[in-house]
């Protein structure tokens, strides 16, 4: 299995919502990351987990709360965003130290209102 | 100084030709370099990626690194209409557990 799949593909929430996004990999890999990218932009990082701890946050707003339940599973929370918090978030996985590069999900496209 | 650059603003090229795209980078340290391609509305695919100074060719891709200049680029042969997308160049920090990326050139294909 060389996927990382991502759900749901399209979410709209409103600002008083709490949802969740998913994200699971099978290729063993043992580093998981979130993503942020808005329109005509490179991917933005938010959060990397390194053998199921997280092991950076770049300085990401609280109502956005990683998760990484065991080795396969990776979630982001959201709670109280804002509309400017709507942007398509990439989930990647990757062997330990980056050396073969990322795998990309296919992103879930996030829309706040 | 930003950690990977890419500089260049859209690039059109007939079909058939060669679109060249370069970015350079700032830690010597890094290690390993990766070209991703991404279509509008899609998450980045990887096409290339790099170790060692000198070429590596796969297809119609090639992809250069120079690690005394560090700088890195992508050539693509016989360009095609399906290319057009942006490209992203990648480096990865050593001693930080992630890749860093260049802004994204996009490349525009015309029949």
């Known amino acids: 299995d060389t996927e990382v799949t991502q759900t749901p593909k399209h979410l709209v929430m409103g600002m008083t919502n709490k949802k969740s996004l998913k994200c699971e990999q099978h290729m063993g890999h043992r580093a998981m990351y979130w993503y942020k990218q808005k329109a005509k932009k490179p991917p933005e990082l938010m959060f990397v987990?390194?053998?199921?701890?997280?092991?950076i946050n770049e300085s990401v707003p609280s109502r956005f709360s990683p998760e990484c339940p065991n080795s396969s599973l990776l979630n982001l929370h959201l709670h109280a965003l804002q509309p400017e918090d709507s942007a398509l978030y990439l989930c990647a996985s990757s062997q330990d130290r980056v050396v073969e590069g990322y795998t990309f999900g296919s992103g879930t496209r996030l829309t706040v209102v | 100084q930003k950690e990977v650059e890419q500089n260049s603003g859209p690039l059109s090229v007939p079909e058939g030709a060669i679109a060249s795209l370069n970015c350079t980078y700032s830690?010597?340290?890094?290690?390993?370099f990766f070209w991703y391609r991404q279509y509008s509305g899609k998450s980045p695919e990887l096409i290339m990626f790099?170790?060692?100074?000198g070429d590596k060719e796969d297809g119609r891709f090639t992809a250069q690194l120079n690690k005394a200049s560090q700088y890195v680029s992508l050539l693509i042969r016989d360009s095609q209409p399906s290319d057009s997308a942006t490209y992203l160049c990648?480096?990865?920090?050593?001693?930080?557990?992630?890749?860093?990326f260049g802004k994204g050139n996009q490349v525009v294909v015309i029949p």
């Open positions: 987990y390194s053998y199921e701890k997280l092991s």
């Open positions: 990648a480096v990865n920090i050593y001693g930080n557990n992630r890749l860093a």
């Open positions: 830690d010597r340290g890094s290690q390993s």
């Open positions: 790099i170790y060692s100074n």
